[in-house]
């Protein structure tokens, strides 16, 4: 087994002209990889990850995530094939659900979202992969749609999802998965469990990426997690179900504070851990 590659992310509330001295400095410091998002409505995560591998060497440029309803397949296959030709080997691009409320300001909701992502996924799979793509879906809808410049390095295409359904999903149609912030290590085998039980029923046995997003904070990182996982329950963020043994324990936490910092203050230490 090779070294466990290490990345960090660029904050979506940072401003754009950032970007390049931050990957530049990101490279310098030794990471591997450098992670742009994609956010409503902040910079786009196609430019933002161009710019990032422009001004960089070796640098691998994740993006994490494009929300799948915003894109035609079509349109995002020519978008990330530009990318691995311009930069091989180098593109590790994620597609997710989106946020729910995001997605509906903007006009992009869908009855069936797992659709949405199943269909894109592996829409731009084949595309990037030149094949000659006819899709009637419920979602997507292409005729014989092919590239002119797919990239002779195919790049592989992560989902990041959180859910049952959408981590078996993941399992089936895509090489990699993306774990948001929060993930626990119980969290991550459970999530692992059923990435896997969607690859055994699609007969997949090519290797599959599991990359997670973690809070790091190196002035004082339990304060920072305790600021995090906070906000973060008292924005009515939903526990995975590997942690539903805790959502009694933290309704009373929240019963008990009056906001994000009092909550902060109440956090037990095993949760940090």
């Known amino acids: ?37 994609e956010d409503c409505f902040f910079g786009g995560a196609v430019s933002s990850a161009a710019v990032a591998a ?21 349109l995002a296959a020519m978008e990330l094939a530009n990318l691995a030709r311009l930069f091989p080997g180098r593109i590790l691009p994620g597609f997710g659900h989106g946020v729910a409320d ?3 300001q903007v006009g992009a909701d869908h009855p069936s979202p797992l659709a949405v992502l199943g269909e894109t996924v592996t829409a731009v799979r084949a595309l990037v992969a030149g094949e000659k793509v006819t899709v009637a879906g419920r ?8 590239l002119e410049y797919p990239p002779d390095q195919p790049p592989p295409i992560s989902t990041g999802v959180r859910g049952e359904k959408s981590l078996r999903l993941s ?33 997949r046995t090519d290797d599959h990426r599991l990359t997670v997003y973690a809070h790091l904070d190196f002035d004082d990182a339990r304060a920072s997690a305790r600021r995090e996982f906070a ?13 539903a043994d805790l959502a009694d324990e933290i309704a009373h936490l929240l019963a008990r504070s009056s906001g994000p910092v009092a909550l902060a203050e109440a956090l037990p230490e095993h949760y940090l851990d």
């Open 171 to 203: 399992g089936r149609v895509a090489d990699g998965t993306i774990l948001a912030e929060g993930a626990s290590p119980a969290y991550v085998r459970w999530a692992r469990g059923m990435i896997d039980e969607g690859r055994r029923a699609a007969g």
């Open 102 to 104: 995001w997605v509906r």
């Open 139 to 146: 979602y997507a809808q292409l005729a014989e749609v092919s």
């Open 54 to 74: 422009a001004v960089t060497d070796k640098l691998k440029i994740g993006i994490g995530i494009l929300p799948a309803a915003f894109r035609n397949p079509a």
């Open 231 to 243: 906000a973060q329950l008292s924005g009515g963020w939903a526990l995975p179900p590997s942690d």
């Open 1 to 37: 087994m090779g070294q466990m590659p290490i990345g960090v992310m660029y904050r979506c509330d940072t401003a754009p002209e950032q970007l390049p001295a931050y990957a530049r400095l990101v490279e310098r410091l030794g990471y591997d990889e450098l992670w742009v998002v």
